[in-house]
């Protein structure tokens, strides 16, 4: 095992990953998200950035992948013990086929997130990211004659809010300054987008596929 000693205060308590608290049926879709998208790339290794609640690290080492984690909270048992912003000198040279890196970066200030992108890309070839979406959801469904019905999901960005620190997230994709367009173009410095969509059954979380630019 390896830990970094860490001095500071995680945001919430070990208590706040209680299973009937906080996995939740929108956030069981995204554990299915989060461990597809894995899966479909075969790694050998995974390194998960942010503890949560174990399971989806737990469904991957049951595939037969070996699993790494990275924490700031040593309650959660990580791996690698630290903050995401350090994660270069954590690290060192090693390196893993997958970094999942889900619903963590938003926990720091957005200056930030450039800095943390251009190390993920040291430390691995595939990266999946999902963060928070602040948006309306709208379902229109028409029905035409002969046609079929059409059903399709509407989207509209919260634009008009300013996101305050709440204790937890300092910013959320869709809110005033912090759009889809700003936030793929961040990534696009250090990766390739490969695809990216909202969870249909979780619209909170918006998922992102990234591949190391060569």
Known sequence: MHKKTNTGAAQVDTSHYNFQA???????????HQIAETLALAPKTVLIIGVGDHIVGKLLAEQGIQ???FDFDRNLH??????????????GDKRFDVILCCQVLEHLPYDRFEGVLQQLAQHAAD????????????KL?????????IKTDIYVHKFFREHKFDGQHYWEIGVH????????????????????????YNPYHIFFMLRKTQ
């Open 22 to 32: 906080y996995t939740d049926l929108p956030r069981w879709t995204s554990y299915w």
């Open 67 to 69: 699993v790494s984690t």
């Open 78 to 91: 990580p791996d690698f013990e630290g903050d995401v912003t350090s994660i270069n000198a954590i690290l």
């Open 127 to 138: 990266v999946i990211i999902s963060l928070p979406y602040s948006a309306i959801k709208y």
């Open 141 to 149: 469904e028409v029905k035409l004659p002969i046609i079929k019905t």
């Open 177 to 200: 300054k912090y759009t889809k367009r700003r936030i793929l173009k961040s990534m696009g410095k250090f990766f390739t987008v490969r695809k990216w969509y909202i969870a249909p």
